[in-house]
């Protein structure tokens, strides 16, 4: 067995979300008459309570489709530092929008402190880039961000005339840890963009909702950078049974998280955090070099080196997966102290 706690995109798509696709009505999306494609923007839209949806390959398109459409040339958008659409996605909204990020700190509970937000707008004035937009991240590193935050930040942007994006890649998993409905936390924002592929374990897919005019000015700018995807049916009908069957049991991946934690925690000299499907594991000194053949061993798959280690629960991770790896890592850490 192999518990891969790399990443909640990990996941195999089951026997039944196949035989979904498999069994997907399908057309030519580029001309808008793909029926399952037009059932899962209609489906997200829904869920986020916004006009419309529209589906891209991945969330890091979904990003750049709404920062183009956000931003023209020589704009601005204001972004924690450790943003994924600043920070992982390539410089994408600078290479290929001539975009500029403004970044800023991110508080310990995910936010950007709407007076810092404040401080870092630029006067309309020829020296200054137009600052046009905010954007969020919700999860952020797991943390499911306040409820009440995003109407505060939404109504401060507006008063400074600014655009608000949430970056919602797992948005499922801060509405299942508030105990919300997805449209509440989606509600104060123009723009939402969706992971499919992450903690809900669909193959691949995202799906940016906002105005039906926003995304009509998307829809053009997904083809420019060559989202435009024919019977992609076959893939949605994935992301389809994904939102009905695979969202409220994103509350059997918290848990798993805190038995993970709670696990690890009691080994000397670990210490952990714990955030919706997240556990952040300080090694406490310990080397990963040391631990590494152990966990290897015993088929335990980790991404990074330390001396923090993120570890993901998703839907290939049940309970048994959890005190496998607990025990593999009490092992490895056994095995890499001196015998006295
Ligand atoms: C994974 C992720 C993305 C991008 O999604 P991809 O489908 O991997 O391109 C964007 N934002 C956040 C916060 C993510 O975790």
């Not at 494609?37 to 979904?62: F, H, I, K, M, W």
């Not at 829809?219 to 069957?245: C, E, N, P, S, T």
């Not at 959890?322 to 890592?329: G, K, M, N, T, Y």
């Amino acid at each position: 067995m192999t518990v891969d706690l790399r990443s909640d995109t990990v996941t195999r798509p089951t026997a039944a979300m196949r035989s979904a696709m498999a069994a997907a009505e399908v057309g030519d999306d580029v001309f808008g008459d793909d029926p399952t494609v037009n059932a899962l923007q209609d489906r997200c839209a829904d869920l986020l309570g916004t006009e419309a949806g529209l589906y891209l390959p991945s969330g890091t398109q979904s990003n750049l489709v709404a920062l183009l459409t956000h931003c023209g040339r020589g704009d601005e958008y204001v972004v924690g530092f450790d943003a994924h659409t600043y920070s992982h996605e390539g410089g994408g909204a600078a290479a290929l929008g001539a975009i500029q990020p403004q970044p800023i700190a991110v508080e310990p509970d995910g936010t950007l402190d709407p007076d810092v937000i404040d401080s870092v707008v630029k006067p309309r004035d020829a020296h200054f880039a137009r600052t046009r937009l905010v954007c969020l991240e919700d999860t952020k590193s797991g943390v499911a961000l306040p409820v009440g935050y995003h109407r505060v930040v939404a109504d401060r942007a507006r008063s400074r005339g600014l655009a608000l994006h949430l970056d919602g890649a797992r948005i499922w998993n801060s509405a299942v840890a508030n105990a919300v409905d997805e449209s509440t936390i989606a509600g104060p924002y123009d723009t939402v963009s969706v992971c499919l592929s992450k903690g809900l374990g669909a193959p691949v897919g995202s799906v940016l909702c906002g105005s039906k005019a926003f995304l009509d000015e998307a829809h053009r700018w997904r083809k420019v950078v060559g989202g435009g995807m024919r019977q992609a049916g076959i893939i949605a009908a994935a992301g389809l049974y994904a939102l009905d069957h695979h969202r409220a049991r994103l509350a059997d991946d918290h848990a798993n998280a805190q038995r993970l934690a709670d696990g690890l925690a009691g080994i000397e000299p670990f210490t952990t955090s714990v955030h919706t499907n997240m556990v952040m594991l300080d090694l406490g000194g310990v080397a990963f070099e040391a631990l590494s053949p152990v966990l290897s061993e015993r088929g335990v798959v980790t991404y990074g080196s330390g001396p923090v280690l993120r570890l993901v629960t998703h839907l290939d991770i049940d309970e048994s997966a959890i005190d496998l790896a607990v025990d593999a890592f009490a092992e490895a850490v056994r095995g890499s102290q001196p015998r006295r």
